[in-house]
Each structure stands twice: as structure tokens, then as C-alpha cells.
């Protein structure tokens, strides 16, 4: 088998992300990015990336640079053999060394990597997670992923929706939260009130602003660790992602502060190596590889053993379509000890109707998929519907 074409497609959902004051639920990403790997077996692969779109597809369709380090994704991947997708990460990241290392790169490799399990998958009529090796669950307990609403009486409507959904955990992040302790107190306090003991609660700092006017919004440590304290007292499970992505001593501080509360970080970093300076520099509690980001179902099987042997959790960044939810429910599948799929519940459509089997929630549950690669196929028709590039 070979791979004749590799695709980025960009969609355009039409909106973009409302104020952070508006008292509603997140519409999501303005623009999607997909990526599309074809052979001469008729199989193809697909994968989703959080990536700015167009960057990405510039990356993958770039003319060559003249030797290796400067090259495109497409470039490097026509005419080889799909299986191989240990040889085709190397290739990759050898081919975009200069540029392609971290960012954009990184991601469109990641997606290419997801796309080549899909493939794998399809072609041996097997899913992703029999391809990692193990299945250790059937079914993974999901979150609501949501922005922070502005007022308590907004965050308490919200969780009462969530609830009333099916959800038993609900994670709240940016929006109004991160400018005022006192506010981000206040707002998770309500967020408890209305959910009760029974419902897990995790928070996402943020650590740069959602407005154009201030984006750079920073808090010292101590403050972190300030509210850290309080977020404990009110059963909050982990606080996610509040300082900068390499500022891995800062976050060993608040973990070394904290009981009860995990420190979870890792959505926007990229290559091994960096999740192990997390977990061994940064003491994080909860490793977050975002699969579309971090280096793909490769990296991220090599993550979750990482977490494994240091004792500390796994839990994958996806907040996308439905296609980074399935790579990410094979990868909880591998994980010996799992604890969530994260669940997008943006308003936007197209982020959770992108594929033809829906991955539903049931009982506060998600199956993880079983048909042949990643599980879900996507729908062509919405494709063509709502691309642009």
C-alpha cells in the first residue's frame, strides 16, 4: 500500500468565539482543520488538528525548500508506505526541522500520525486501541468542557444544564475567569453549590486573555497558589493550564502546595520530551496531551506510559470533532488507569456532527469505538458543506 495525496482541508464554521462576558455557551473554533491521507488501496485516513487552519495547510502543501529541514508534509509522505508510521514521524520531523519542530508543524504531524493509525486500522480491520495493545475499559466517564460564565447565578444555570445533560463532572475555564481572585472564588463556589458532592468540578485557568484588548493577562504564583488552596476547600479536582506552557518550576510550586487539588497541564505542548520535564521538573499531577498537538497517537501512547510509571494521570486534551474524541477514547482505552474523555459542548454544529457515527454520551459514559480504525467516518457531504480551503 501506498499514499498517493495528503490533503488540508480547512472549514469555516462561520463564527467566532463570543465576549467572555456574554453569559452563554461557547460557540467554539471559527476555523476547523483537517487532514486527509489517500492510497492505492482505496483506504483513507483522516484526523482533525487544533492548529490555525491555514497555516497548517501552507505547511503541508509548501513548496520544496531545496534539502531536507525546509520540506513540506506532502512531500515527505507521497509514495510511502502508510504502515510504517514510526519511520514516517522521524521522516517528518527531519524533513520540517528548521520550521516544524514545535507549533503548527508539530500539529499537522500529529494529525498525519492520527491519520496513519486510522489507516492501519481500516486496513487490518481492527480499531486504533487493538493497535496500541490494550483494552482495559469499554466505556470512558466524560466532562463537559465550557467557558467560565461571568456571574454566579450564570455559572449556577449552567451546571443545573450540564446536569440535566447527564453529566457527572463538568470542567469550567477562561472566560471571565483568571482577572479577579475574588470573582474566580465567587464563581466556583456557586459552580459547587449547584452541583453538589457528587459531581466531579475542574477548573482551566488560562494563561494568556480571550479579549483583543488585553491579551496577556498574567497572575503571579503565589497568587496561584492563593487560590489553589481555595479551589481545595471547595473539592475541586484539578486546576489546569494557569501559567505559561514551559514555565514547568512554577507549576512544582503550587503542586507542592497543594493536598488533595491535581495540577493537570499539557494541552499546548509538544514532543516527548516536554511531558517528561513536566512530570519530573513541573511535579504535574495529570498529564494533558492534546493528540492533534503533542506528536499524534505515537507520542501520546508513549505519554501515557510515562504517567503510568510515575504514578501520575493521563487524561487527553480534546476539544475538537468527533474525530480527536475517538483517538482520544482508543488512547483511554491503552491507559491502565483512566479518568475522562474530555467533551466538547460548544453550540457550534459542526464540531460534534462532523462524522457519521456520533459518539454519544450515556449515563454520564462514552463507549469507545470498535469499528475498524478510529471508529468514525467522516461525512463527506458536511465537508464540502462548510469548506474553504
Known amino acids: 500500500m501506498k499514499i498517493t495525496n495528503v490533503e488540508a482541508i480547512v472549514l469555516d464554521t462561520g463564527k467566532d468565539y463570543p465576549n467572555p462576558a456574554q453569559a452563554a455557551e461557547a460557540h467554539g473554533v471559527r476555523f476547523v482543520s483537517l487532514i486527509r491521507i489517500d492510497t492505492d488501496a482505496g483506504i483513507t485516513g483522516w484526523s482533525d488538528i487544533e ?58 504531524m500529529s494529525g498525519v500520525d492520527i491519520a ?29 468542557s465550557t467557558l467560565f460564565r461571568p ?25 471571565a475567569f483568571g482577572v479577579d481572585l475574588a470573582l474566580d472564588v465567587q464563581l466556583v463556589k456557586a459552580a459547587r453549590a449547584e452541583a453538589g458532592a457528587g459531581v466531579d468540578l475542574m ?15 498574567s497572575r503571579p504564583v503565589k497568587d496561584w497558589i492563593k487560590l489553589a488552596l481555595q479551589l481545595e ?101 491503552y491507559l491502565i488507569h483512566s479518568l475522562y474523555l474530555e467533551f466538547n459542548v460548544s453550540t457550534a454544529s459542526l464540531l460534534n456532527n462532523l462524522c457519521l457515527q456520533q459518539l454519544h454520551m450515556v449515563d454520564g459514559m462514552i463507549a469507545i469505538p470498535n469499528g475498524p480504525g478510529l471508529g468514525v467516518d467522516v461525512d463527506e457531504d458536511i465537508v464540502a458543506r462548510f469548506r474553504v480551503a
Not at 204 to 215: A, I, L, R
Request: hydrophobic share 40%; charged share 20%; with cysteine.
Open 203 to 217: 477548573v482551566d485557568g488560562g494563561w494568556y486573555g480571550t479579549g483583543y484588548d488585553q491579551p496577556y493577562r
Open 51 to 108: 492548529t490555525q487552519p491555514h497555516v497548517g495547510r501552507a505547511i503541508v502543501d509548501a513548496p520544496s525548500g531545496g534539502q531536507i529541514g525546509f520540506e513540506s508534509v506532502r512531500a515527505a509522505l507521497i509514495g510511502e508506505n502508510p504502515f510504517e508510521r514510526e519511520r514516517l514521524w522521524q521522516k517528518l520531523y527531519r524533513y520540517m526541522a528548521y520550521y516544524g519542530r514545535q507549533g503548527a508543524g508539530m500539529q499537522m
Open 233 to 333: 476547600e471547595l473539592d475541586v479536582f484539578w486546576l489546569e493550564d494557569f501559567l505559561h506552557p514551559e514555565n514547568f518550576a512554577g507549576y512544582a510550586e503550587v503542586a507542592r502546595a497543594t493536598r488533595t487539588l491535581r495540577i493537570a497541564a499539557g494541552e499546548q505542548l509538544a514532543g516527548y520530551p516536554d511531558f517528561e520535564r513536566l512530570a519530573i521538573e513541573g511535579h504535574a499531577h495529570t498529564l494533558q496531551p492534546d493528540l492533534s498537538r503533542c506528536g499524534g497517537l505515537t507520542v501520546g501512547r508513549q505519554i501515557a506510559e510515562l504517567a503510568q510509571r510515575r504514578g501520575i494521570d493521563c487524561v487527553p486534551h480534546a476539544w475538537l470533532t468527533d474525530l480527536l474524541k475517538a483517538a482520544s477514547l482508543h488512547l483511554n482505552a
Open 151 to 175: 456571574t454566579p447565578d450564570a455559572m449556577k444555570r449552567a451546571v443545573a444544564d450540564y446536569l440535566q445533560q447527564g453529566f457527572r463532572a463538568i470542567k469550567f475555564g477562561w472566560g
Open 116 to 144: 496513519l493509525w486510522d489507516i492501519a486500522g481500516k486496513a487490518c480491520g481492527q480499531p486504533v486501541w487493538a493497535l496500541l495493545g490494550a483494552k482495559y475499559r469499554d466505556h470512558v466517564k466524560a466532562y463537559a
